[in-house]
């Protein structure tokens, strides 16, 4: 074989070799440099106002605990129609106390569906666990205060057996997700504002590279697993030292199957709209939509676009969730709809466990 023949092999794999060190040179470089950084910008809560709402006087106050005995608090608002049509499970924004779902629901209830709003631990006037700390991303328990609170409608004595639907703002919407790719009770979602952990972070990395790291342009030539690298050795330490986990959303919505209908401001600074986009892209359900509300920031669609907000939001639990009574019901569930498998079978099932990102040990 002619010398030069042996260059044109030799030079291409080369000077790829090379491009792969280069890389995992910057990768160590900036992990180095920047992990204790992010971690920082990680921690940090955001800056935004939290809504807390007030109490109403027809509403069942509630107290139920978590399967590590954690006391948590909530509210079970009845409906204010003719006749039931459905329970919905409300999940909270990160901050927020159980009454401020009411703006949310007072047009569901007076379309025929029961709320039921709870805290999670730490949130509000659920009981503190003093060895957790509360941060805006998804943790393990706020998913196992979810499981508590599914739990608690299950056990109703008025309970509707045929499941619930989820209606959850930002990071509630989020636990809402996670909560219906795991449990068959779960009938339908409703998200405001969800987001998962990975795929913001990524694209904020970006940005806090730059704050730290002058060279621009080597910013811009890293790619997004090498951003994401960065971030998760961030996570898992912050997983360690608060004795935590992140579930992995974006893996877990995968495996929704039931109606899904996203909400998100179009204007949102906070969850950028192509965040909600990447998250929606993945979600598993066969029954999805999307809903960019124009000139709304986060959580902001019922105060820009109240009217189509509602007829949007009672529209689809009508589809999803509402069945017409049997007379012979008290509670307005229709059970001539009911499979025979009896209720229990839901805590019986076993259920698949949900992908995390950064193990505790």
């Not at 070799?17 to 180095?32: C, E, K, T």
């Amino acid at each position: 074989m002619p010398d030069w023949c042996l260059w044109l092999i030799v030079v291409p794999f080369a000077l790829a070799g090379l491009l792969v060190l280069l890389m995992v040179g910057v990768h160590i470089y900036y992990r180095v440099k920047l992990v204790d950084q992010v971690v920082r910008i990680f921690e940090e809560k955001p800056l935004f106002i939290i809504p807390r709402g007030d109490q109403v006087p027809d509403a069942e106050e509630v107290s139920f605990r978590a399967i590590d005995g954690t006391l948590l608090r909530g509210c079970y608002l009845p409906h204010r129609g003719a006749y039931r049509k459905g329970v919905i499970l409300f999940g909270l924004e990160f901050g927020s106390n159980r009454w401020a779902s009411v703006p949310y629901c007072g047009k569901l209830r007076d379309a025929g569906y029961d709320v039921f709003a709870y805290e999670p631990r730490n949130q509000g006037e659920s009981e503190t666990d003093t060895n957790y700390r509360p941060l805006q991303w998804v943790t393990d328990k706020d998913v196992a205060d979810a499981r508590a609170a599914l739990n608690y409608l299950k056990d109703r004595h008025d309970a509707d057996p045929r499941g619930v639907g989820v209606f959850g703002i930002s990071k509630g919407g989020s636990v809402g997700l996670l909560l219906a790719a795991e449990d068959p009770a779960v009938r339908c979602v409703v998200t405001d504002g969800a987001f998962a952990t990975y795929s913001t972070m990524v694209p904020y990395m970006r940005r806090w590279v730059s704050i730290y790291s002058p060279n621009h342009r080597l910013q811009k030539l890293a790619p997004d697993f090498m951003y994401g690298s960065i971030g998760l050795a961030a996570m898992n330490r912050v997983a360690r030292a608060r004795k935590i986990r992140f579930p992995w959303v974006e893996r877990a919505v995968r495996r929704v199957r039931v109606p899904v209908f996203m909400i998100h401001g179009q204007a949102d600074t906070y969850i950028k709209p192509a965040m909600a986009e990447a998250l929606y892209e993945k979600c598993g359900s066969p029954d999805k939509s999307l809903w960019l509300v124009p000139k709304a920031k986060h959580n902001q669609g019922p105060q820009v676009a109240a009217t189509e907000y509602f007829e949007k939001l009672s529209a689809f639990f009508d589809a999803h969730l509402a069945r017409l009574p049997d007379p012979s019901d008290e509670f307005g569930n229709d059970l001539r709809e009911v499979l025979p498998t009896p209720r229990i079978a839901w805590e019986d099932r076993e259920l698949a466990p949900i992908p995390r990102l950064a193990p505790a040990k």
